[in-house]
């Protein structure tokens, strides 16, 4: 049984030592670097996710704004408002004016919006 454990370990740390030595040689970059990048990545992605959210409830809750027809996309800061359904020139203005107004908008399109 001593003899059996004692091949078992050996070979569990040769698969180990072979795993880790292919594993590094597939990665290009060292662990830290590619974690740091993937963290900015993480992100990026939540300040976009925010952004979309908090614009979408703040135009929802505008009166005179048609919030609930209106498509609320971030990439990188920037916002893009669209809609299927016409709004007046005035709306398209304040969708844009509290869009803009919202911490870590970069720049807002509302190009997608259709005017009347």
Do not use: C, Y
């Not at 030592?17 to 992605?45: D, I, L, R, Y």
């Not at 300040?47 to 929802?60: A, E, G, Q």
């Not at 919030?67 to 304040?94: C, F, H, M, P, R």
């Amino acid at each position: 049984m001593k003899k059996f454990a004692i091949a078992a370990a050996t070979a569990t740390a040769l698969t180990l030592t072979m795993a880790n030595a292919a594993f590094a040689q597939q990665s290009t970059q060292a662990p830290m670097v590619v974690a740091a990048g993937e963290v900015t990545h993480a992100k990026e992605a939540t300040s976009d996710t925010w952004i979309t959210t908090k614009v979408k409830s703040d135009l929802v809750t505008e009166k005179g704004i048609p919030g609930t027809d209106i498509k609320v996309e971030t990439n990188k800061g920037v916002v893009s408002l669209s809609s299927t359904v016409a709004v007046t020139e005035a709306q398209k203005a304040t969708a844009v004016r509290i869009t803009k107004a919202i911490k870590g908008v970069k720049a807002v399109s509302a190009d997608g919006l259709k005017a009347e």
